[in-house]
């Protein structure tokens, strides 16, 4: 049973930051393309960035690039976000998603505030 459960959200200040972690089961994760994933109230739920398997690529939405970083722990099985420079637009709900045996799982989402 594939299991997503994402942690590390909070209220923060515009210039702060935050580190999400996904914490994963159930499913081969160091063959898995992780991802994370963010949906702010109103609008669809948006791709932010990608970590492959083996390679470790990072790819990164235009929006949080050189501000996220996406990192994995294939011992611990774990996906990480680090957010810096944190702007009220980055104000979401983030989710971490993964592929696996032809479905795509999802995680419950960990809640992102950025204001002042």
């Known amino acids: 049973q594939v299991q997503l459960v994402e942690s590390g959200g909070g209220s923060v200040q515009p210039g702060g930051s935050l580190r999400l972690s996904c914490a994963t089961s159930g499913f081969t994760f160091s063959s898995a393309v992780m991802r994370w994933y963010r949906q702010a109230p109103g609008k669809e739920r948006e791709w932010v960035a990608i970590i492959t398997q083996t390679t470790f690529t990072a790819l990164y939405q235009d929006s949080v690039k050189g501000r996220f970083t996406i990192s994995r722990d294939d011992d611990k099985a774990m996906v990480y976000l680090q957010m810096n420079s944190l702007k009220p637009e980055d104000t979401a709900t983030y989710y971490c998603?993964?592929?696996?045996?032809?479905?795509?799982?999802w995680g419950q989402g960990t809640q992102v505030t950025v204001s002042s």
């Open positions: 998603q993964t592929q696996s045996g032809g479905r795509i799982y």
